[in-house]
């Protein structure tokens, strides 16, 4: 089922020529700056890529907000569920992590849960780009149990890069159709800043724990979800029906029918044009909530445009907390921590 924990990662050239796997992706890599997966790839990116630098289009529309967000004291003998938070993409950055969920109050200077009865969600995206993907996972773990133990919760969601990393680890240079041709979730997982010593830590427990996450979540009339996209319409009319209908996929192993999963799962942007508070809409008419809150597309590439016709990356705008944005329907958690941006910690509801 999976290949040997700290197997080099291969990629066969030969197999992948619509892939286009650049050089970098052929060799072993170290976790250095700048990740790779920030590496414009030619015109037109391959199947499977996941841009987050130069290439991420970008507009001002003039109607979003970002929010500052401030901790509510929670009135003392008070029962019932605790505050909630949630957090933006990690994506391996364990040690700004810690600071974030420190500065909240969840965890003390030794990264113990220290929150009681507060409910925290991770939006997904713990791995890739970042030093210590595997790190992150067994903080998760750790705080869950941590929490539960406390009268609390710590739960988390399925990200695209879940379903990478889970494929690159089960099929590795597997050959797999796409509407690009042919790929392999290796060499998309190393494109998208698969990190070598992730890959050698990886064990069976989390594999079984990312396989297990749900993809779709309400909590308090807040519809949490990973991605920006209406594709999770196609895995069921019900949250129940949608985290079942994952789950199964990944149950039933076929590297086909996972990339399609992970394919969909990686499209974004469905709330930021025009026609985009409606998709938002459609999300809720299906699943229920009043807002939906995401990670996975960086903020700083919804609040301005970025780059110039020369090619030069104009200022990118600073990162202090979530966006909201479709009207007032949508809110974006993914502070950019792979770009120099913020680790994203925040209580809802946000007071805006």
């Keep these: 089922m999976t290949q040997g924990a700290g197997q080099e990662p291969v990629v066969r050239t030969a197999t992948l020529r619509d892939f286009r796997v650049p050089p970098y992706a052929q060799v072993p890599m170290n976790a250095p700056s700048p990740h790779p997966g920030n590496v414009a790839v030619g015109d037109e990116p391959p199947e499977g890529y996941t841009p987050t630098e130069r290439d991420l289009p970008v507009i001002n529309r003039g109607d979003t907000v970002q929010v500052q967000t401030v901790q509510e004291a929670r009135p003392a003998g008070e029962s019932g569920p605790g505050p909630l938070y949630v957090v933006g993409d990690v994506h391996g950055y364990l040690d700004e992590l810690l600071a974030a969920l420190c500065a909240q109050g969840l965890v003390d200077a030794d990264g113990r849960w220290t929150a009681g009865n507060a409910r925290l969600w991770f939006l997904g995206d713990f791995t890739d780009r970042g030093p210590d993907g595997i790190g992150v996972i067994d903080l998760v773990m750790r705080l869950s149990a941590e929490a539960a133990a406390a009268g609390g919760y710590c739960k988390a969601l399925m990200g695209n890069h879940e379903l990478l990393l889970l494929g690159a680890k089960r099929f590795g240079d597997t050959p797999v159709n796409s509407g690009a041709g042919t ?170």
């Design 183 to 352: 790929a392999t979730f290796q060499a998309a997982w190393l494109l998208n800043g698969g990190q070598k010593t992730d890959m050698e830590r990886l064990q069976d427990v989390h594999l079984q724990w990312m396989a297990r996450l749900d993809a779709v979540v309400e909590e308090d009339g807040h519809l949490l979800m990973h991605s920006d996209t209406t594709a999770y319409l196609d895995y069921g009319s019900t949250i129940e029906d949608v985290n079942d209908t994952v789950h199964a996929i990944l149950t039933r192993n076929d590297a086909d029918e996972c990339w399609d999963l992970f394919r969909k799962l990686t499209k974004r942007f469905a709330f930021r044009d025009e026609g985009g508070a409606q998709a938002v809409r459609e999300l809720m008419a299906t699943y229920g909530g009043r807002r939906v809150v995401h990670g996975h597309s960086p903020i700083s590439y919804l609040l301005g445009e970025v780059g110039s016709e020369e090619g030069e990356d104009a200022a990118r705008p600073a990162v202090d907390g979530p966006h909201v944005y479709a009207e007032g329907l949508a809110i974006a958690m993914d502070g950019g921590v792979t770009m120099a941006g913020k680790l994203l910690v925040v209580q809802l509801p946000l007071r805006d």
